[in-house]
């Protein structure tokens, strides 16, 4: 009975809200590369890559069956159990620093990858697909906000758990905010867990779906016909008919293009700014500047975030009067410009510019695919058909941090001084990478996902 009674629709967004703030961490992974590496010398690129590709993977296969789940039994029973998942998840990562190398890492993937990819995408989609029932009338706004939390979650935890790792101040965009307890890298995850967990299931109480024949307030019709420039809706499909169609395929492999380019530069934004910073100083690197290095690194992270956030409302808002096939070719072809010309951009203020031009983007594609999918498919199944359809995010999140891995040229290693867990000074050594194929080819696929988009959106 409880998902039947009318509540006043802001609520619903206030609890997507609270759940895409804290599965929005799963952004911060290349503040652990680093420490990870450090931990566990023998781990290559790849192997420190590994863990943040599966997750989105197991994330994107868990939206699927997330959101069948929620379509028949309500989003507030599927979110708390995603919440669950995923702490404990976190929790048992904490464990990893007990196994050696090669097992230490499959316990890391079984733990932060697939529990925390399965509790990251049931509770995922669940805000989604009960804001897009309750806002027919502003779905490309209302679809930006349910997932804006999601793109800012890095911005508030990549530099709590920098500070958590080494036992640094909480900063945020240079303010210095209070001081933490050096846990290391292991222990982060366990305290990361356990916050998660705690707001995600109360976000979750405040989810339900709409009672039959809602309509928005001060309209006496519910509104399912599409925003301006949507593809006119007359049935709901179901994921079966769905999958029959052209379009779908379409904009699947758009999706694809774009969440390649948005997860490998968001997933390895701190490590790539390392190799182009570091790769120009005299070794060793004293600790002083391997730190201000490391905390540039973070800071990009989180503004990279805020701009992740900023393009889900702000694109989504533009889409619901320019159209959704105008917003989505510009958003694909300004990644692309940016992808192409990200390696030239070695100054630390063009670097940030460069990043956060295509976290805005990425955040734009997030925001709009529920939209489409609402516009073209109904609302009906939106939870499984948008489980489908986004498992294109799935696809280009494993692909695309890969692709930086397996086409990064390695440099020279260059020793860096930094404390151990003891407090003692030690010298380590990172190794620089060369990421300029992947990033073109990421911005060509981008282009090339501009035409799709064009072709699949199309009016008829």
């Known amino acids: 009975m409880r998902e039947n009674k009318a509540m006043d ?38 192997d420190v890559t590994l863990p943040a590709q599966l997750v989105l993977v197991f994330f994107a296969l868990a939206v699927i069956f997330g959101g069948r789940l929620q379509d028949k039994i ?49 509770a995922y989609v669940c805000p989604i697909a009960a804001c897009v029932k309750w806002y027919p009338d502003k779905r490309g706004l209302i679809t930006g906000l349910a997932v804006a939390g999601f793109g800012a979650g890095a911005f508030f935890f990549a530099p709590l758990a920098k500070a958590l790792i080494s036992g640094d101040r909480y900063r945020i965009l240079g303010l210095d905010l209070f001081g933490l ?24 109480r405040l989810l339900r779906n709409p009672p039959p024949g809602y309509a928005p307030p001060g309209d006496a019709r519910l509104r399912e016909a599409p925003c301006s420039g949507a593809v006119p809706v007359k049935t709901d499909f179901s994921p079966r008919e769905m999958l029959r169609t052209g379009r779908f395929w379409l904009l699947w492999l758009a999706f694809f293009a774009g969440c390649a380019a948005g997860l490998q530069v968001i997933m390895k934004a701190s ?53 959704r096939r105008t917003t989505l ?31 805005l983007c990425f955040g734009g594609f997030l925001a709009l695919y529920p939209a489409v999918t609402a516009d073209s498919y109904g609302t009906k199944h939106i939870g499984a058909n948008y489980g489908w359809m986004f498992s294109a995010y ?55 996902a501009a035409a799709l988009v064009a072709v699949a959106l199309r009016k008829k």
């Open 329 to 359: 070719f510009l958003m694909f072809a300004l990644c692309g410009a940016v992808m192409l010309a990200l390696d030239s951009l070695r100054a630390f203020p063009l670097y940030l510019a460069g990043v956060c031009v295509v976290g």
């Open 181 to 204: 307890p050096r846990l290391g890298v292991f222990n982060a995850f366990a305290a990361l867990g356990v916050l998660f967990l705690v707001a995600i299931v109360a976000g979750s």
């Open 394 to 448: 799935g696809a280009g999140g494993f692909f695309g941090p890969y692709l930086a891995a397996w086409l990064m040229k390695a440099e020279d290693r260059i020793p860096y001084l930094t404390r151990d867990g003891a407090g003692a000074l030690v010298e380590k050594s990172f190794v620089p990478g060369n990421y300029r194929s992947a990033f073109i080819i990421s911005g060509l696929a981008c282009l090339a």
């Open 9 to 46: 629709r802001r609520l619903v967004v206030v609890g997507a809200l609270v759940i895409q703030v804290s599965l929005g961490a799963v952004y911060i992974w290349s503040v652990f590369q680093t420490p990870l590496q450090a931990a566990f010398p023998s781990w290559s690129e790849k």
């Open 271 to 323: 490590p790539i700014w390392q190799s182009f910073r570091l790769g120009s100083m005299a070794a060793p690197v004293a600790e002083a500047d391997f730190n201000a290095v490391a905390a540039a690194g973070a800071t990009a992270v989180a503004v990279l975030a805020i701009f992740n956030s900023l393009g889900r409302i702000l694109w989504g808002k533009l889409s619901d009067g320019l159209g």
């Open 74 to 122: 309500g989003p507030s029973r599927v979110a708390t159990a995603g919440g669950i998942v995923l702490g404990t998840g976190l929790l048992l990562a904490a464990l990893t620093e007990k196994f050696g190398p090669e097992t230490g890492l499959i316990w890391l993937i079984l733990s932060f990858s697939v529990l925390g990819g399965i509790g990251i995408g049931a």
